[in-house]
């Protein structure tokens, strides 16, 4: 979105891959979006903010769905569902944009919300 008036705010690209996106994680020009019906993360290069482009997707099949994305630096974290208010929280090492690698696990992380 085109912000500079905010009584008037212009959309200037759109990501949209038919999951149904919740979560966005940003960083610099790349954006990670997930979605709570599925546990895919797209991957998505907004250096131009005109024409988004997915670069990759990466998705962890010992899970049901995302309940939130986070990045920072090298590392997305990624809290996923595994049903019955059950979560596993993940870091993904994402220096490598187009080949997303899980370095660590925290399970049953129910507490967190």
């Known amino acids: 979105m085109d912000i500079s008036d905010p009584v ?6 759109a990501l949209e891959t038919g999951d149904g996106e919740r979560y966005l994680g940003i960083n610099g020009n790349i954006t990670y979006c997930g979605s709570v019906y599925t546990p895919k993360i797209y991957i998505f290069d907004i250096s131009d903010l005109h024409n988004p482009e997915e670069i990759a997707a990466f998705t962890n099949k010992q899970v049901k769905s995302i309940v939130t994305l986070e990045s920072s630096g090298n590392y997305l974290y990624a809290l996923y569902g595994l049903g019955f208010g059950r979560s596993e ?3 993904i ?4 944009t187009y080949n997303p690698v899980i370095v660590a696990t925290l399970n049953d992380v129910s507490f967190i919300k």
């Open 8 to 13: 008037y705010l212009s959309p200037i690209g």
């Open 93 to 96: 090492d994402t220096s490598d």
């Open 89 to 91: 929280l993940y870091m």
